[in-house]
């Protein structure tokens, strides 16, 4: 019997989510399928109760449902709470799991293009604090051993996002990189900054220590103004597509059996849809 997944949202024209999918069920001629549905907010219980019925092995949620599901699924994963998004379900003997991956999108992202990038016990940077903050925040408490600086254009928004989720990170604003910067190895973007050509004004690259990684989890451009800074003051950078390949790595495996790789093939093919 052919095997369904799907990712769900509303609008969904834009996901690229079938190429990947699609992509890894040709490389593992798997009888399967991967289609992107557009499900309306009202519609959301009516399509679980087709997810239970056993018409799909499970499926990825994105924009506006990532919080929505949380009420319709019958088991949650802790981190998922956490991070307070659900973006892959599992659909097994009637009953719907939801849980993230977007935190072990990231790290299988740095594992691949940074080998040994947590190592050492490195103070990092987390710039904005917003949902994709929060993954970010739940991989570095696991894999990060030094202190966590979270800097957003809000400062409140940073206090509430390092009082939501326990670790050892702090909230500061855009002001304090200067003062932060030296003892930093890692530099993650997380924030909207960067998409469109956006760039930062206030972060000065020659004060990181040479041997600092700069990665920005956004990727349309692939190569961001702070990531072509970075690279332009000699440091090593890793850009986010590969975390977003990474990310549905867990969900294949999980409906279709099969472990899939997130090869240079797969990355090609995604790159030429982003039009730069
Ligand atoms: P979000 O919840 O809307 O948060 C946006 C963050 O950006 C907030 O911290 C916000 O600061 C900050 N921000 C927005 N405009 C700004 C500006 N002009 N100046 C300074 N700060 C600004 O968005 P999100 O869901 O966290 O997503 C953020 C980015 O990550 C998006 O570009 C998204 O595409 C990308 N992303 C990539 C992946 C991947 O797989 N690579 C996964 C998830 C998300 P305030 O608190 O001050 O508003």
Known sequence: MTTKAFVIGHPIAHSRSPLIHGTWLAEHKIDGTYEAIDVAPADLPAFFERLRSGEFAGGNVTIPHK???????????????????????????????????????????????????????????VIGAGGAARAILVALRRRNGGKVHVLNRTLANAQALVEVIDGPFEAHGFEDFAALAGHTGLVVNTSSIGMHGTRFDWLDMSLLPKNSLVTDIVYTPLVTPLLEDAAAHGLQTVDGLGMLLHQAAPGFSAWFGVEPKVTPELRARVEATLGH
């Open 67 to 125: 919080e929505a599901v949380f009420a319709l699924c019958d088991e949650v994963d802790p981190l998922a709470r956490t991070i307070g998004a659900v973006n892959t379900l599992v659909a097994r003997d009637g009953k719907v799991f939801g849980t993230n991956t977007d935190y072990l999108g990231f790290f299988g992202n740095l594992d691949a293009e940074a080998p040994g990038w947590s190592d050492g016990p490195n103070d990092a940077i």
